[in-house]
């Protein structure tokens, strides 16, 4: 485990964050679906880290109503709605601070709306990649220089940040970034459980 890893995990402690530590993706899956409720409703955030551990699939197989933008074929306002009213809601973070801050950027607000202010338990699952050595200025550097431009081009755009790898927000005609949220305390009912794993996963 590395000393950021050490520093981040007590610092969510801390604060009062349930956190759980994984030392594999393998790790991580097995403990999520742990997490999840018999039954529970699924809804989910736009989030590589989630599509690569396979959980939709997983949770969609164990019988679970799974809601995902991704990959309902419903339209997207529809799916936000069911998505932030399910029991429980999966999702990374861009950035979670040494300090114990989660910091995202969203282009609709859909994940970070849900988050904050939607289903009763919220599970963030994040690699050791998203961990920033610093606080929320550092942590919104990592977004736009990272997670921003992997994003972008992962969805075919032509924002500067694909193009260049470099964020130009006065040049930017279709922003990804609209909305910010600093998670910086537990929510209502200690909502947010965060599982942070020793692997990278997602941008
Ligand atoms: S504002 Fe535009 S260019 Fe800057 S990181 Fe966001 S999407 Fe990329």
Redesign the pocket.
Known sequence: MTTLMTNTLFSLTRKGFTVHHAATKEAAFELVMKLIPQEASVGFGGSVTVRDLGLYTALKDAGHPVYWHWENDVPKPEVFARAACSDVYLTSSNAITADGCLVN?D?TGNRVGAMIAGPKQVIVIAGVNKLVDGGVPQAIAR???VA??L??RRLG?D????LTG????A??E????NVTSIIERPLGGNKITIVLVDEALGY
């Open positions: 950027i282009g977004i736009k220089t921003c431009p994003n972008a755009k924002s500067p940040c694909a470099k964020c130009d927000a040049r930017c279709k922003s990804m970034c």
